[in-house]
């Protein structure tokens, strides 16, 4: 019998939290899932611990552990796509945790409404320092199906934690996320859907915008309950020149993608506004590496960045934004010296 939902858990050197992790997914209201766990050559005991929660629970929900070598996290989200035989497909990253009625608030919640993605909206951060706080994409229960409103989503998708628009919310990290929603496993076959896999960051935020570009219905609720943990020296708070190149493939392919869509022009407005964020970064990486930062030049100047720093006005740029877009367009060795006097101030 087809399970309900499919989640599915990619497992890599996590000992230290893989056990509340599983925990929390098992003791679930919910019980019409399956669960589908990817050791990705985990150095540590996890691919025995996940085996040993296989035995322990295999009986009651269905469970799948695949160990593989290490091919990093999309090759495993990958795997778990291809594996997953549920009618809904969701993803839990193996450091986080989620409460007991989460995926039955999930369901309640959707009802008995075609969509092809469900988005719980809300979710806790909880920091390295203990604290934790609420944060949310969406706080109310909707259906978006007009071109007006599927288009608004993707600017959901686009625009990172600090920028504001004319909606006048906050969008917070977890539009960008895979775990805060549920994708119908019919849709995502259907238009092939998979993590890019030569991508080593940002890959969560070229899944979702395909996602979310190619979808005709998209829910959402205000359903709470995923933990989301930030560690420090995680890849999320790193830099390195495979996370600027990353960035730089994702621009590139939501580029193409809405050259070959008919959207509004406000979605490529609010991928400039992000574009100006990655080329942030890009100086950023130069600036600490200044035995490369004759380099920086040919980042800045790749037609998808090039196009947000010389466009004119933007309208979900901030006034952050616009001083940014002035000093991007001077030479490199001034851009730097900026970055690292505006650092010291900082």
């Given at each position: ?105 999930m369901f309640k919640a959707l009802g008995n409404q075609e969509v092809d993605i469900f988005v719980a909206g809300e979710c806790y951060i909880n920091e ?219």
């Amino acid at each position: 019998m087809q399970p309900k939902l499919s989640v599915i858990i990619p497992v890599y050197n996590v000992e230290k939290y893989i056990q509340q992790c599983l925990d929390s997914v098992y003791s679930q209201t919910f019980r019409d899932f399956e669960v589908i766990i990817i050791d990705d050559g985990s150095p540590d005991n996890c691919g025995k611990i996940c085996d040993e929660y296989a035995e322990k629970y295999g009986d009651e929900i269905k469970t799948k552990v695949i160990h593989k070598e290490n091919g990093g996290l999309c090759r495993a989200r990958n795997d778990g796509i291809d594996a997953a035989q549920g009618e809904w497909i969701t993803f839990v990253d193996s450091d986080d945790w989620i409460e007991p009625d989460y995926y039955e608030a999930m369901f309640k919640a959707l009802g008995n409404q075609e969509v092809d993605i469900f988005v719980a909206g809300e979710c806790y951060i909880n920091e390295p320092d203990g604290k934790q706080k609420i944060s949310y994409t969406f706080d109310t229960s909707k259906l978006y199906k007009t071109p007006e409103e599927l288009d608004y989503m993707l600017v959901k998708v686009l625009l990172d934690e600090k920028k504001r628009t004319k909606y006048g919310k906050k969008f917070l990290c977890a539009s960008q996320a895979p775990w805060d929603k549920i994708y119908r496993a019919e849709f995502i076959n259907k238009i092939s859907l998979k993590y890019l896999t030569s991508l080593s960051a940002n890959e969560d935020v070229l899944f979702n915008f395909i996602a979310f570009g190619h979808a005709k219905c998209i829910g959402t609720g205000s359903v709470r309950g995923y933990h989301y943990r930030q560690v420090e020296g995680s890849i999320v708070h790193s830099l390195s020149i495979k996370k600027v190149e990353s960035k730089i493939t994702v621009l590139e392919a939501e580029i193409d993608f809405l050259n070959n869509n008919d959207r509004n022009p406000l979605v490529k407005s609010a991928l400039n506004a992000r574009a100006i964020t990655y080329a942030g970064t890009v100086v950023g990486y130069f600036a600490q590496n200044p035995s490369d930062a004759e380099k920086m030049d040919n980042y800045l100047k790749k037609p998808c960045l090039a196009e947000a720093i010389y466009e004119g006005k933007n309208p979900y740029e901030t006034i952050k934004d616009r001083i940014k877009k002035i000093i991007l367009r001077l030479p490199s060795s001034v851009i730097i010296k900026i970055y690292m006097l505006y650092s010291k101030i900082k």
